[in-house]
């Protein structure tokens, strides 16, 4: 799967500097009118909230509801973040912005292709010397794929004061003269989407069929003061990719990256550690973290091109086994290699409010480390405090800035991630649900109540805010869509083969699309994304077999069947709730780029991993035993959203392009004419 890196073509990242509106130079403040602050909590749940309201969990939310309004709030179709998120900035649905599901699929290659921006472009033109490809022509720029104007763009061309704050799907980030910082989608030093490094003198154990998504450097834990202890290990920290040593195009390998040396001296009696990387030197106990340490790659010899990066250490274990986890190389949000705001000093000029660097991965919480079980949930919620440390005080920034008619958003992953991964503990929506596939008797007794936790520490925030916002500043506090258990995984890829619509080369039942393993010539459909189908349509994938005129007949069939499909482990469960066509559902000038069927699944399953990246295995349903164990990935009318605010709400069953309307009403503007919401409420 391509992943998105504005380190190509890497002559930009010498670029970088002026940047286009000082921050300083802000916007007339509109003091004679009242301004507006919109926190987007993501993931929310309207019945959990619901129920912790009703309990006196969560006292904030209930004043909040009671004072102005509480609707549930409709989500995108799919309800994916990337989705919503764009649905909400732009105030159009995917047909108008493009985004259509967190990965897309190239109809050239039937390769899965990041959402976030095109398919590859021209990658440019280099000449080789002294073992170096140095640019000479320059290649496409990586561009935001999101179309349509941000409603910041509308409000900052209106005379107000702007910022935003790691909404989500705004890397790479769109230009722009309000204050923008990007959040889910932005990449970390890699171009990936959050590789951790795992340092072991063992190999970790891992589940049958499960791929790392970290990086495992195994080690030895050499004696060098020969004293009968190890007392020393060397291993190394990948940064970017070296770009000066790749032709223009060619992905890297594993191999084709910039490091920098780690050295690990154990203390001999102490369960503590010396960590140097270069000049930066930190002492570390076991099983604690490390504050940021800033490294630094030479892309070019003696220092003539370094990208600044910064990583996080926590010590699992020093002895007797040796286990030490590095976080992925986030972007050095005080000297980025890469734009990650707008304007290009906004990014820096937060880091010194912050006092120094912050999480600038787009999704920081280390996930991928508890699903590959080099985390327990122990040390994930330790993690996941520190993000939320980390996003506590810079809504404390936000708040210090906001003004009297300034408008903000600020988001927070503080509910979603971890709904996705605790879920499998205590479900907090359904009190007489069963144990899930996933649960864990020891790990669930002391976590079986962290969701809660979370939305109550939401709640905190919002009385927070109330209480230092002026007081006739418009709150608005949203989601982007609930949550539902995850216990079924659907191989939609392996249904398809089943039921005569995907063929595999050479009689086989198991390959992958990005192997070349499909027999086009004999597939009608196939699966990438994760509601996504695609016909395998003549004149527009390279292979496509299925004429034009038939295919809405071979649409109904699909969806007939799918509706039908029933779960064999309890054949009165339907696994698809609604399907949906794409030419039916969405509007706009990218109507012509949706997927030709969505598939809208029933609470409790889902799409798996494996088949939203054109995998096909032997099953076409099984239990869900990872630990990304609640989702959101189904039927919309399943996963609504919550809409609370300190005005009274209208009712009409809101909607996410509505929240757009309503922001800019707000300041008395009317929606573009591509938008298609109406306001909650009349200002």
């Not at 107000?160 to 230009?175: H, K, L, Q, S, W």
């Not at 990936?192 to 063992?202: A, L």
């Not at 649960?439 to 669930?444: L, S």
């Not at 196939?526 to 996504?532: D, S």
């Amino acid at each position: 799967m391509r992943r998105p890196s504005s380190f190509a073509p890497i002559l930009a990242l010498a670029a970088l500097g002026a940047s286009a509106l000082a921050l300083s130079c802000s916007q007339e403040h509109h003091v004679d009118h009242a301004g507006i602050f919109i926190l987007g909590v993501d993931g929310m749940d309207p019945v959990i909230l619901q129920r912790l309201m009703d309990q006196g969990k969560a006292p904030n939310f209930k004043k909040l509801a009671a004072d102005g309004g509480f609707e549930n709030l409709g989500t995108s179709n799919p309800p994916q973040s990337p989705v919503a998120w764009s649905n909400f900035v732009t105030g159009m649905d995917p047909g108008g912005h493009g985004i259509y599901d967190f990965v897309h699929r190239d109809p050239k290659t039937y390769l899965p292709i990041s959402s976030a921006t095109p398919p590859p472009g021209d990658p440019g033109t280099s000449v080789k010397v002294g073992g170096y490809y140095l640019p000479i022509i320059a290649g496409d720029d990586i561009l935001n794929n999101r179309s349509g104007t941000p409603w910041w763009d509308v409000l900052y061309g209106a005379g107000v004061d702007v910022e935003v704050y790691r909404v989500p799907g705004n890397y790479p980030v769109t230009a722009s003269e309000a204050k923008t910082l990007s959040g889910m989608g932005t990449v970390d030093m890699r171009g990936g989407y959050g590789v951790y490094t795992w340092i072991t003198d063992k190999p970790p154990v891992t589940l049958p069929g499960h791929e790392l998504k970290g990086d495992v450097q195994l080690v030895t834990v050499e004696d060098f003061d020969l004293d009968g202890k190890g007392d020393t290990v060397k291993a190394l920290i990948k940064g970017a990719p070296d770009l000066f040593h790749l032709p223009p195009g060619e992905a890297p390998h594993d191999s084709d990256y910039l490091t920098v040396p780690l050295t690990v001296s154990i203390d001999p009696d102490a369960p503590t550690a010396l960590l140097t990387v270069g000049d930066e030197k930190v002492l570390l106990r076991e099983g604690e973290w490390s504050d940021w340490v800033k490294v630094s790659f030479d892309a070019l010899p003696h220092g003539a091109m370094a990208l600044g990066g910064a990583v996080r250490f926590y010590a699992k274990e020093l002895r007797p086994g040796f286990k030490l986890y590095v976080s992925p190389v986030n972007l050095d949000a005080e000297d980025s290699p890469q734009p990650i705001s707008t304007p290009d000093d906004f990014a820096p000029d937060l880091a010194e409010a912050l006092g120094g660097q912050f999480y600038s991965q787009g999704m920081p919480e280390e996930t991928n480390a508890l699903k590959d079980g080099t985390f327990d949930d122990d040390d994930y919620v330790k993690q996941v405090a520190l993000v939320q440390h980390d996003a506590e005080s810079m809504l404390g920034v936000a708040l210090a800035r906001f003004q009297r008619g300034d408008a903000t958003f600020f988001y927070l992953s503080d509910v979603d991630l971890q709904c996705h991964m605790l879920w499998r503990h205590g479900d907090p929506k359904y009190a007489d649900a069963p144990h899930h596939p996933a649960w864990e008797e020891g790990a669930a007794a002391k976590h079986a109540m962290d969701i809660e936790g979370y939305y109550e520490n939401v709640d905190r925030l919002v009385g927070n805010l109330r209480a230092r916002l002026p007081e006739d500043t418009l709150l608005l506090v949203m989601s982007d869509h609930g949550f539902q258990p995850y216990t079924r995984e659907v191989h939609l890829n392996s249904w398809l083969r089943d039921h005569g619509y995907l063929t595999l080369k050479d009689g086989k039942r198991t390959g992958k699309i990005v192997l070349g393993d499909v027999d086009w010539s004999k597939t009608q459909a196939y699966a990438l994304g994760f509601n996504a189908l695609y016909i395998n349509e003549q004149g527009r994938e390279a292979q496509g077999i299925v004429p034009k005129a038939d295919v809405p007949a071979l649409e109904d069939k699909l969806s007939a069947d799918l509706l039908g499909f029933t779960d064999p482990a309890a054949p009165d469960k339907h696994v698809v709730l609604r399907m949906f066509k794409g030419a039916e559902i969405y509007h706009g000038a990218r109507a012509g780029d949706a997927p030709d069927l969505v598939v809208g699944y029933d609470k409790g399953f889902g799409h798996s991993d494996a088949s939203t990246l054109g995998e096909i295995v032997e099953p076409e349903i099984e239990d869900n035993t990872s630990r990304w164990s609640g989702n959101h990935l189904m039927a919309p009318e399943v996963v609504p959203g919550v809409l609370l605010s300190n005005h009274k709400l209208g009712g009409g069953d809101p909607n996410l392009t509505d929240v757009t309307a309503t922001v800019l009403a707000w300041y008395g503007l009317a929606p573009l004419p591509e938008m298609i919401g109406k306001p909650v409420f009349t200002p």
